[in-house]
Protein backbone atom coordinates (compact mmCIF):
# COMPACT_ATOMS: atom_id res chain seq x y z
CA UNK A 1 0.00 0.00 0.00
CA UNK A 2 1.06 3.33 -0.55
CA UNK A 3 2.25 5.35 1.94
CA UNK A 4 -0.51 8.27 0.90
CA UNK A 5 -3.03 5.91 1.11
CA UNK A 6 -1.83 4.65 4.74
CA UNK A 7 -2.41 8.83 5.80
CA UNK A 8 -5.27 8.73 4.30
CA UNK A 9 -6.51 5.36 6.08
CA UNK A 10 -5.12 6.67 9.74
CA UNK A 11 -7.15 10.25 8.74
CA UNK A 12 -9.92 8.40 8.57
CA UNK A 13 -9.79 6.44 11.86
CA UNK A 14 -8.48 9.70 13.35
CA UNK A 15 -11.62 11.55 11.76
CA UNK A 16 -13.95 8.72 13.04
CA UNK A 17 -13.23 8.95 16.61
CA UNK A 18 -13.13 12.38 16.53
CA UNK A 19 -16.29 12.88 15.22
CA UNK A 20 -18.20 10.01 17.39
CA UNK A 21 -15.96 12.09 20.32
CA UNK A 22 -18.32 15.64 19.38
CA UNK A 23 -21.25 13.51 18.80
CA UNK A 24 -20.86 12.26 22.66
CA UNK A 25 -20.62 8.02 21.55
CA UNK A 26 -17.33 7.95 22.96
CA UNK A 27 -15.51 9.87 25.97
CA UNK A 28 -12.91 12.69 24.93
CA UNK A 29 -9.61 11.64 24.37
CA UNK A 30 -8.27 12.06 28.23
CA UNK A 31 -10.90 10.27 29.91
CA UNK A 32 -8.65 6.71 27.82
CA UNK A 33 -12.18 5.06 27.51
CA UNK A 34 -12.21 1.45 25.86
CA UNK A 35 -13.37 3.11 22.50
CA UNK A 36 -10.38 5.79 22.63
CA UNK A 37 -7.98 2.33 23.23
CA UNK A 38 -9.51 0.85 20.29
CA UNK A 39 -8.91 3.32 17.95
CA UNK A 40 -5.39 3.98 19.19
CA UNK A 41 -4.52 0.36 18.64
CA UNK A 42 -6.10 0.75 15.51
CA UNK A 43 -3.47 3.70 14.80
CA UNK A 44 -0.44 1.69 16.37
CA UNK A 45 -1.76 -1.33 13.76
CA UNK A 46 -1.05 1.15 10.82
CA UNK A 47 1.62 2.67 12.07
CA UNK A 48 3.13 -0.90 12.25
CA UNK A 49 1.82 -1.90 8.41
CA UNK A 50 3.53 1.34 7.32
CA UNK A 51 7.04 0.54 9.58
CA UNK A 52 6.77 -2.85 7.88
CA UNK A 53 5.79 -2.02 4.21
CA UNK A 54 8.76 1.00 4.24
CA UNK A 55 11.42 -1.64 5.43
CA UNK A 56 13.04 -2.04 2.20
CA UNK A 57 14.00 1.69 1.91
CA UNK A 58 15.32 1.98 5.55
CA UNK A 59 14.43 2.15 9.18
CA UNK A 60 15.11 5.91 8.67
CA UNK A 61 12.86 6.27 6.19
CA UNK A 62 10.42 4.35 7.89
CA UNK A 63 10.63 6.33 11.24
CA UNK A 64 9.82 9.55 9.07
CA UNK A 65 7.26 8.17 7.57
CA UNK A 66 5.58 7.25 11.31
CA UNK A 67 6.31 10.56 12.20
CA UNK A 68 4.39 12.17 9.07
CA UNK A 69 1.56 9.69 9.23
CA UNK A 70 1.01 10.98 13.51
CA UNK A 71 1.47 14.53 12.53
CA UNK A 72 -1.43 14.50 10.23
CA UNK A 73 -3.65 13.15 13.05
CA UNK A 74 -1.94 15.28 15.28
CA UNK A 75 -3.31 18.33 12.77
CA UNK A 76 -6.53 16.59 12.77
CA UNK A 77 -6.72 16.70 16.67
CA UNK A 78 -5.78 20.07 16.60
CA UNK A 79 -8.95 21.15 14.10
CA UNK A 80 -11.24 18.83 16.06
CA UNK A 81 -10.31 20.70 19.29
CA UNK A 82 -11.15 24.05 18.18
CA UNK A 83 -13.99 23.08 16.35
CA UNK A 84 -15.00 21.61 19.42
CA UNK A 85 -14.52 24.85 21.68
CA UNK A 86 -16.27 26.91 19.26
CA UNK A 87 -19.53 24.08 19.37
CA UNK A 88 -18.87 23.23 22.83
CA UNK A 89 -18.17 19.97 22.77
CA UNK A 90 -15.04 18.90 24.56
CA UNK A 91 -12.66 16.89 22.74
CA UNK A 92 -9.77 16.39 24.55
CA UNK A 93 -11.91 16.73 28.08
CA UNK A 94 -9.87 19.05 29.91
CA UNK A 95 -10.30 22.75 31.34
CA UNK A 96 -7.65 24.93 29.38
CA UNK A 97 -6.88 28.51 28.32
CA UNK A 98 -6.32 28.83 24.61
CA UNK A 99 -2.62 29.54 25.80
CA UNK A 100 -2.42 26.33 27.21
CA UNK A 101 -4.33 24.53 25.31
CA UNK A 102 -1.55 25.78 21.88
CA UNK A 103 0.93 24.11 24.26
CA UNK A 104 -0.54 21.03 25.00
CA UNK A 105 -1.42 20.65 21.26
CA UNK A 106 2.02 21.13 20.85
CA UNK A 107 3.33 18.68 23.27
CA UNK A 108 0.74 16.00 22.00
CA UNK A 109 2.12 16.48 18.10
CA UNK A 110 5.58 16.04 19.39
CA UNK A 111 4.58 12.81 21.56
CA UNK A 112 2.97 11.06 18.61
CA UNK A 113 5.44 12.01 15.92
CA UNK A 114 8.48 10.49 18.64
CA UNK A 115 5.74 7.25 18.90
CA UNK A 116 5.05 6.81 15.62
CA UNK A 117 8.32 6.80 14.25
CA UNK A 118 9.58 4.45 16.89
CA UNK A 119 6.61 2.19 16.14
CA UNK A 120 7.30 2.01 12.42
CA UNK A 121 11.25 2.32 12.74
CA UNK A 122 10.73 -1.29 15.15
CA UNK A 123 8.46 -2.42 12.61
CA UNK A 124 10.59 -1.97 9.98
CA UNK A 125 13.78 -3.29 11.86
CA UNK A 126 11.96 -6.51 12.45
CA UNK A 127 10.58 -6.75 8.91
CA UNK A 128 14.54 -6.36 7.60
CA UNK A 129 15.77 -8.72 10.45
CA UNK A 130 13.08 -11.56 9.31
CA UNK A 131 13.85 -11.43 5.83
CA UNK A 132 17.72 -11.25 6.62
CA UNK A 133 16.95 -14.50 8.52
CA UNK A 134 15.01 -15.99 5.95
CA UNK A 135 17.79 -15.66 3.62
CA UNK A 136 20.24 -16.99 5.83
CA UNK A 137 18.52 -19.86 6.32
CA UNK A 138 17.54 -20.40 2.25
CA UNK A 139 21.64 -20.40 1.65
CA UNK A 140 22.34 -22.38 4.31
CA UNK A 141 19.68 -25.05 3.28
CA UNK A 142 21.00 -24.82 -0.43
CA UNK A 143 24.98 -24.94 0.12
CA UNK A 144 24.37 -27.26 3.17
Do not use: D, H
Not at 101 to 106: C, D, G, V
Request: aromatic letters at 4%.
Amino acid sequence: MRYSSFVALAVAVAAAELILIMAGAVAPLMYNSIGNMLFSLIEVALIAALGWGSAREGVKKAALKGAGLMLACAALLGIATIVGMQSGRPVLGIAATKTQLAFILAIVAAENMLLGALIAAASAWLAGRTALNKKKSGRQKKGG
